[in-house]
């Protein structure tokens, strides 16, 4: 049985899941993108199977899935397959915000000057404000200075970039992630893994 890495991302809409051999190379990865909206309650694991069929979940040695913030359900689900899967077969998991992961992206948007400083990403809720986290790059390493956060009213952090989704290309820096964390054999507990939705009625989850 072979030994996987495995990323999960449904931070909107769209279903992203992304898959490398712990020993092979990036540019072996699989990835399944499928726009699923309230679908993807049905789908999610049907999707995985489809991408790693069940029998090989065993070889699964490390998970990362994304945060948020995102779609309440969505997130959610994700997540909480994640945690499932790590606790069952006793694998490290990771949890990176999808602000964090769209940020090598999105900084290129940025005067050149500005690339290598803390910058914001920023999301406009309908009727809910804004909501924005704030990241820093060194050569390729982000640093998340403030996790996704509702901004109070005024508030408006420069230098910023609006988000951006792109599930493909983040679910690959998620893996990337991953595989970065499982060559640095870091520790992944599962149970601080927990979604982000910053104007959630009744707070963390």
Request: aromatic share 4%; proline share 10%; glycine share 6%.
């Amino acid at each position: 049985m072979s030994d996987w890495l495995l990323a999960l991302h449904s931070s909107t809409e769209t279903l992203g899941i992304a898959l490398v051999g712990a020993e092979a190379p990036m540019q072996e990865a699989r990835v399944m993108c499928r726009t699923l909206g309230r679908a993807l309650t049905n789908e999610l694991v049907v999707s995985l199977q489809q991408l790693l069929p069940a029998d090989e979940w065993a070889g699964i040695r490390r998970l990362a899935v994304a945060t948020g913030p995102g779609g309440f359900t969505g997130t959610r689900l994700t997540v909480v397959l994640a945690r499932t899967l790590a606790q069952q077969l006793d694998a490290p998991l990771h949890g990176v915000s999808s602000f964090a992961l769209m940020a090598p992206r999105l900084r290129k948007q940025l005067p050149e000057p500005q690339q290598n400083q803390p910058f914001s990403i920023v999301q406009t809720l309908p009727r809910r404000g804004q909501v924005a986290g704030r990241y820093r790059i060194a050569n390729t390493e982000v640093e998340e200075l403030e996790p996704p956060r509702l901004l109070s009213e005024g508030d408006q952090p420069v230098p910023a970039v609006p988000m951006a989704v792109d599930v493909a290309a983040d679910v690959l820096q998620l893996l990337r992630c991953c595989r970065d964390c499982h060559a640095r054999d870091l520790p992944g507990p599962w149970d601080p893994v927990l979604p982000i939705y910053p104007t959630s009625p009744v707070g963390p989850v």
